[in-house]
Nanobody
Framework: QVRLVESGGGLVQVGESLRLSCAASGETSGITRMGWFRQTPGTTAMQRQLIATIGNGGAPNYADSVKGRFTVSRDTVRNTVTLQMTSLKPEDTAVYYC??????????WGQGTQVTVSS
C-alpha cells in the first residue's frame, strides 16, 4: 500500500498563488507517476479531473485549463510531488487529490485538500 498525505490547501483571492505538497510513504518502490486531480462539489470520485501528473522520466502532463498557470514537480528520492498554482481563478475551487500509480497498475489517492478561490 501507498499512503499519500497532502498539505497546503486553503482560501485565497483571485489572482493569488498557492502551493500544494504531497508525500508518499509505505510501499513507494515501483511508483511510476504522481500528480494531482481535483473534484468539484456535486461530482463523484469517478468524475475527478486530471490537473497535472509527472512520470519518472520527468515529463509533465497538464489539463488545458491550467496550462501556463500550474506547475507540477516531483522529487523521486523523497517521493513527493508539488503543485504550484498561480493566477488562481474561482473555477479552480475544488478538493485537490494527490495521486500515485504503482507499477503502472495500482492507483492510490490522498485524502484531499480544499482549495477555495474567492472573488
Amino acid at each position: 500500500q501507498v499512503r499519500l498525505v497532502e498539505s497546503g490547501g486553503g482560501l485565497v483571492q483571485v489572482g493569488e498563488s498557492l502551493r500544494l505538497s504531497c508525500a508518499a510513504s509505505g510501499e513507494t518502490s515501483g511508483i511510476t507517476r504522481m500528480g494531482w486531480f481535483r473534484q468539484t462539489p456535486g461530482t463523484t470520485a469517478m468524475q475527478r479531473q486530471l490537473i497535472a501528473t509527472i512520470g519518472n522520466g520527468g515529463a509533465p502532463n497538464y489539463a488545458d485549463s491550467v496550462k501556463g498557470r500550474f506547475t507540477v514537480s516531483r522529487d523521486t528520492v523523497r517521493n513527493t510531488v508539488t503543485l504550484q498554482m498561480t493566477s488562481l481563478k474561482p473555477e479552480d475551487t475544488a478538493v485537490y487529490y494527490c495521486y500515485a500509480v504503482r507499477y503502472n497498475t495500482y492507483n492510490f489517492w490522498g485524502q484531499g485538500t480544499q482549495v477555495t478561490v474567492s472573488s
